[in-house]
């Protein structure tokens, strides 16, 4: 049976005008299961090669039980190419030799842990559009409603509801005043019911934050 409009279950959620679904674009929660990655609803992933292993395609160097965790939050965009680097890729820094011994010689492992114990987590709030081809660093903190450009290089903290790109991203402009960002973070549209957001897509389409705040549960 054809899934309905906005439903988190469905593990492609895009169709074609001819009826093929797009197999290229996935809901990440129902494509994900990893103990330290954790996906809100509705966001999705798209790529021209589709993986096996959607993991270890946006973040291939979190392995299951490592001392930090990829959070990312729900409706957001994310293109072909992106990588999310996570703080287990870091190699120990405050010895002499960045050499990771232990991964060859386990005896030594640790040495190792008590380098890499206290990683940050990653965390990418809601409604976040990442561009094609960005990286995301470890640890970075990336606040809701951010446009990341194509091939940016994003890390450290970026604040709600602005544009970033280049390397290292800087922020290229506000979307919208102070004021506004504060009502939006208030109103958090993407946690209402999905029916509820069905009925606001003309309000978010047009930037009109007084018709949505109207539509609010």
């Known amino acids: 049976m054809e899934a309905g409009f906005l439903d988190p279950a469905v593990l492609h959620p895009m169709r074609f005008p001819d009826g093929r679904v797009n197999r290229g674009l996935v809901h990440l929660a129902r494509a994900i299961d990893h103990p330290n990655i954790r996906v809100g609803d509705f966001t999705y992933a798209s790529t021209f090669d589709p993986p096996a292993d959607w993991a270890a395609r946006l973040a291939p160097y ?6 930090e965790r990829l959070e990312i939050g729900r409706f ?6 992106v ?3 996570t703080a287990s890729a870091n190699h120990p820094m ?3 030799s960045t050499y990771p011994f232990a991964i060859f010689d386990h005896q030594r492992v640790g040495d190792y842990i008590d380098q890499i114990t206290g ?3 990653t965390v990418i709030g809601h409604d976040v559009w990442i561009g094609d081809g960005a990286t995301i660093l470890p640890g970075a903190r ?10 940016a290089v994003v890390g450290g903290t970026v604040p709600d509801y602005v544009v970033v790109a280049g390397n290292p991203a800087r ?8 004021g506004t960002v504060a009502r939006l973070l208030a109103l958090a549209w993407w946690d209402w019911p999905a029916a509820q957001v069905a009925r606001a897509t003309a309000a978010l ?5 007084a018709a949505l705040a109207e539509l609010a549960p």
């Open 142 to 151: 990336i606040g809701s409603g951010v446009i990341i450009g194509a091939g």
């Open 205 to 209: 389409a047009r930037g009109d934050v």
């Open 76 to 81: 957001c965009q994310i293109a072909d190419g």
């Open 171 to 178: 922020i290229i402009r506000h979307r919208f005043d102070a």
């Open 62 to 67: 979190l392995y299951p039980g490592a001392p």
């Open 83 to 85: 990588r999310i680097i």
């Open 94 to 96: 405050a010895g002499i």
């Open 119 to 121: 990683l940050p987590d």
